[in-house]
């Protein structure tokens, strides 16, 4: 089945089965590897995306789901201002550890930013509740969301 998306700012399309997952599109055939293969069940959040500005785990979106559809992976992110904020956010507070969750992490921020450009700790907690940090890095990481949203300034 021909499904047509934008993939990072740019047109994307491909003769898929519509029931292949998202996460293996954009993994296996578009070679781009920031989101992360976790536990395939949509409960740790590494493979988390932005769809239509709304975080996904990418691992439970059947592709024909995605027809039309905006859709950003960490790559993208880390590509525009916003995402260079949020890395740099994360360098300082020294919340990335092994690296794992930090894609996934580095998503659900953007989503929360994107909404709510001013969180308090409880609303960054909870925006990051559905991904999994395995080093327990959960301090560092609401810091680095809450230095990003305080230094992002006009970003979000």
């Known amino acids: 089945m021909?499904?047509?998306?934008?993939?990072?700012?740019?047109?994307?399309?491909?003769?898929?089965?519509?029931?292949?997952?998202?996460?293996?599109?954009?993994?296996?055939?578009?070679?781009?590897?920031?989101?992360?293969?976790?536990?395939g069940e949509g409960e740790c959040g590494a493979c988390s995306v932005l769809m239509d500005g709304k975080i996904v785990n990418s691992c439970l979106v059947p592709l024909g789901q995605t027809e039309g559809a905006r859709i950003v992976t960490p790559e993208g992110l880390k590509e525009s201002p916003r995402g260079r904020a949020l890395l740099d956010a994360f360098a300082q507070a020294g919340a990335v550890q092994c690296g794992f969750?930090?894609?996934?992490?580095?998503?659900?921020?953007?989503?929360?930013?994107?909404?709510?450009?001013?969180?308090?700790?409880?609303?960054?907690?909870?925006?990051?509740?559905g991904n999994l940090c395995r080093?327990?890095?959960y301090d560092k990481i609401v810091l680095a969301i809450l230095l990003?949203?305080?230094k992002g300034g006009g970003l979000w």
């Not at 499904?3 to 997952?21: H, Q, V």
């Not at 969750?101 to 960054?124: H, I």
Request: aromatic share 2%.
């Open 101 to 129: 969750c930090t894609p996934g992490m580095m998503m659900a921020a953007e989503a929360l930013l994107s909404r709510n450009p001013k969180p308090d700790e409880q609303t960054v907690r909870e925006a990051i509740s």
């Open 2 to 39: 021909k499904i047509k998306f934008t993939l990072n700012g740019k047109e994307t399309g491909g003769d898929w089965p519509a029931e292949k997952r998202l996460l293996d599109v954009i993994r296996e055939d578009l070679g781009l590897t920031g989101a992360k293969e976790g536990c």
């Open 148 to 150: 990003a949203a305080e």
């Open 135 to 137: 080093c327990t890095g």
